[in-house]
Every structure is written in structure tokens, then in C-alpha cells.
């Protein structure tokens, strides 16, 4: 039995996000039916999904300040980090050449299909990367406003705004460093770890808990504390996300089967697979990264990982992670509540099928 139900929140979450893109589509009315098809995009990209950057934000929040002052500022928030996160998928999926998200198609694959329905001039795949880039941007933009004016004093604001911004530079170049491993074709476990740390892990748990204590006014020795949780509960999140894009089960995901195979992620799953796979095993898996494969391919590339340890070894690596941030966790100065429910949220977030 947990102690909290996230359901409700993730319901909050919803709410606000579509109040907001409420405010946006009226602001962006005058510019007529294609702003209308940005914002409803828009608000495609922000639906569903597991809201574990908002609850780290809330319960980061809860954790200096046990009962918050006002509960809808802090909702708004919290959604400020949703908005980032879909920014990051729009322009992840568009550079990872993705077709798919959460079972649909990812935002530019949207938009060229509706030029090439429409028979429109130019290149309709041109036209959904810039789509894609725009409102990847918009919604970048967005999340940082939607913070700034979510209800705090703006006294009490800035710190977790100067966190945020921190935060925004730390996954773009995060971003960056993808893209050019996998440009390179190769990346040892120390590279891939640096790549999935800056791209994912301190964006996904660390800094949201980061931006909602520093609401709640927690000073350095508490956000220190909070990182000691939050950063390998982080690497460990993304470390199962890692495992979920090779063994995932494409109705659980959303995804294809083996998508990460077939877009070329250098991730530390695969950086282990290629050191410790026979010669022959490892050029095989290394040639075939980031070309088109079939489901037999698939197989054969999944049974190499497995085979050369590299999943069971990164199942350790997560468990030892995660083992690690409980700890900090439990030796933190932290509210009592927030302690246990973070701690749900830590099995949550590393344990998880999709």
C-alpha cells in the first residue's frame, strides 16, 4: 500500500497544463488556424505520461515545507517541468528520427504527414522538422514562463528559476553530447554515463527536487542532501529507460521493438555489451546500431546483449543506484512524509515496465 496516490496529481497536472495552453491559444488567436494547429499540437505533446519530474517537484517542495502556502502555485509549478520535458521529446524525437511517441506520432512525423495530406509545396519532411523545432522551442519557452508566473513572490521564485535555467542548459548540452557520440559511432561507459547523467538523469529527478525545495526556501546544505538522493536516482531512472528501449514491450512503451538499436543510442547498456561480447558478437552489434533492422535482427542483437552480461549488469548497477539514493535519502533533513513518499517514488521511478 502506498501513502500517496498520484493519480489525482497527475489529474492537477493535466488541468493546469490545459488551462495554460487555454491562455496560450487565446494570446496566439489573431495569428489565425495554423497558430490553432501549433497549440493543439501543443497540447498533444503534453498529454499523459508518468509525471515523475512534477511529483519530484512537488515532493521536494514538501519535504523543506511540509504543508505548502498555496497549493495552486505550487501545482503550476510543478507543471513548469512538464513543459520542459515535452519540449525535450519534441526536438529528442525529431533528432533520434523517432516515428512514434507514446503510441502516436511523434510531433514532426504529425505535421508532415497533415503538409503531404494537404499537398502543400515543398518538402513535407522539412516541414515537420521545422514544425517540430518551433514548437519544441514554444514549449521551452512556455515552461520557463509558467514558472515565473506561477503564484510565488517573486523573492521566493528566483532561486528555483535560477535552478530551472540550470537545469535547461544541462539537457540541451546533454543533448548535444547524444547526438555527437552517437555521430561519432563509439562511446566507452565513461562517455555514455557523462551523456545519460547531463541528458536525462539530473533533469529527470534532481533538479525538479531541486526547484521545488528552492520554492520552499531550502538553503544549499538541503539542496545538497537532496542531490545525494536525486542524482543516482536519476542515473538509475535512466539506466531502466536504457533497458526499456531494447527489451521494452512496444504495448507497454509505445515505441517499436529495439527502437534504441535501431536510432544508434550509445548507452552505457550498449558501451558494456560491446566490451564485454566476443570479437565477432561485438562488431556485429556495432555495425548494426543505427540502421534500418528487422525483428529477427532485433532478436539477434538483444540476445548479444544479453548474453555478454550487459543487461544483468546494468539490473545491478540500477538496484546499487537506487540502494544508494534510499540511503541518502533516509540520512537527509527532510519532513517525515515526504521521506516515505519519495522513497515510493524511487521504486517508482526504477522499477517500472514503460
Not at 495552453?21 to 505533446?45: F, N, Q, V, W
Not at 535547461?168 to 557523462?194: K, N, P
Not at 536510432?263 to 555489451?273: I, N, S
Amino acid at each position: 500500500m502506498t501513502t500517496w496516490d498520484p493519480a489525482p496529481f497527475r489529474d492537477q497536472v493535466q488541468q493546469v497544463l490545459d488551462a495554460f495552453l487555454d491562455e496560450r491559444e487565446a494570446e496566439l488567436a489573431p495569428l489565425g488556424p495554423d497558430a490553432g494547429r501549433l497549440i493543439a499540437e501543443a497540447r498533444t505533446s503534453v498529454r499523459g505520461g508518468k509525471r515523475f519530474r512534477a511529483a519530484f517537484c512537488h515532493w521536494g517542495h514538501r519535504a523543506i515545507r511540509p504543508d505548502p502556502a498555496d497549493e495552486a502555485a505550487l501545482a503550476r509549478a510543478c507543471a513548469s517541468l512538464e513543459l520542459l520535458h515535452a519540449s525535450a521529446l519534441v526536438h529528442d524525437d525529431l533528432m533520434d528520427a523517432s516515428d512514434t511517441r507514446r503510441g502516436r506520432p511523434a510531433t514532426h512525423r504529425a505535421f508532415e504527414a497533415e503538409h503531404r495530406a494537404t499537398g502543400w509545396r515543398g518538402d513535407p519532411e522539412q516541414y515537420g522538422a521545422a514544425a517540430a523545432i518551433l514548437l519544441g522551442d514554444l514549449l521551452l519557452g512556455w515552461a520557463g514562463d509558467l514558472l515565473r508566473h506561477s503564484g510565488f513572490a517573486p523573492d521566493e521564485v528566483a532561486p528555483g528559476l535560477d535552478l530551472f535555467e540550470r537545469c535547461r542548459s544541462e539537457v540541451i548540452a546533454g543533448q548535444f553530447l547524444d547526438v555527437s557520440v552517437q555521430a561519432r559511432g563509439r562511446a566507452d561507459v565513461d562517455t555514455a554515463m557523462t551523456v545519460l547523467r547531463y541528458k536525462s538523469a539530473k533533469y529527470s529527478i534532481e533538479r525538479p527536487l531541486h526547484v521545488g525545495a528552492a520554492l520552499a526556501g531550502a538553503d544549499d546544505s538541503r539542496i545538497e542532501q537532496l542531490s545525494r538522493f536525486g542524482l543516482p536516482l536519476g542515473e538509475a531512472f535512466q539506466l531502466r529507460d536504457d533497458l526499456l528501449g531494447v527489451f521494452g514491450d512496444p504495448a507497454e512503451t509505445g515505441k517499436p521493438a529495439g527502437d534504441d538499436l535501431v536510432e544508434g543510442k550509445r548507452t552505457v547498456l550498449v558501451a558494456l555489451a560491446l566490451d564485454a561480447a566476443p570479437p565477432a558478437a561485438a562488431r556485429r552489434l556495432d555495425e548494426a546500431l543505427g540502421t534500418p533492422l528487422s525483428g529477427a535482427d532485433v532478436d539477434e542483437l538483444r540476445t548479444i546483449i544479453d548474453t555478454s552480461g550487459a543487461r544483468a549488469q546494468v539490473e545491478e548497477v540500477i538496484g546499487s543506484l537506487a540502494d544508494h539514493a534510499v540511503s541518502a535519502l533516509d540520512a537527509a533533513d527532510v519532513d517525515e512524509h515526504a521521506r516515505i513518499v519519495l522513497t515510493e517514488l524511487a521504486a517508482a521511478a526504477t522499477q517500472r515496465t514503460v
